[in-house]
């Protein structure tokens, strides 16, 4: 089972980025997926997630800006970040929970002011 995060890269204040979570070695369609990040120095923390029916949840200091989506046929789940900000620099990781969690690679998000 793996998950493949990419999309990550350097973008300005203000600017937009697109991650993708792609899963192999089973079906993702029935599992809760989320994002999380860890900035340097900190825990990681709660981004946004995505239930099995289309149920999305965002942690408060990306409302509004970041949308989180899955495409059950490509097995994939996407966040879409605009407006980012200096204080979304961190290394964003996808997760698949449904009982047992699996985690992907992180990739690097930096945001320069």
């Known amino acids: 089972v793996q998950l493949q995060a990419s999309g990550g890269g350097l973008v300005q204040a203000g600017g937009s980025l697109r991650l993708s979570c792609a899963a192999s070695?089973?079906?993702?369609?029935?599992?809760?997926m989320g994002w999380f990040r860890q900035a340097p120095g900190k825990e990681r923390e709660f981004v946004a997630s995505?239930?099995?029916?289309?149920?999305?949840a965002y942690a408060d200091s990306v409302k509004g800006r970041f949308t989180i989506s899955r495409d059950v046929a490509k097995n994939t789940v996407y966040l879409r970040m605009q407006n980012l900000k200096s204080e979304d620099t961190a290394v964003y990781y996808c997760?698949?929970?449904?009982?047992?969690?699996?985690w992907g690679k992180g990739t690097q998000v930096t945001v320069s002011s």
């Open positions: 997760a698949g929970s449904r009982g047992i969690t699996y």
């Open positions: 995505i239930s099995w029916n289309g149920r999305t």
């Open positions: 070695g089973r079906t993702f369609s029935s599992y809760v």
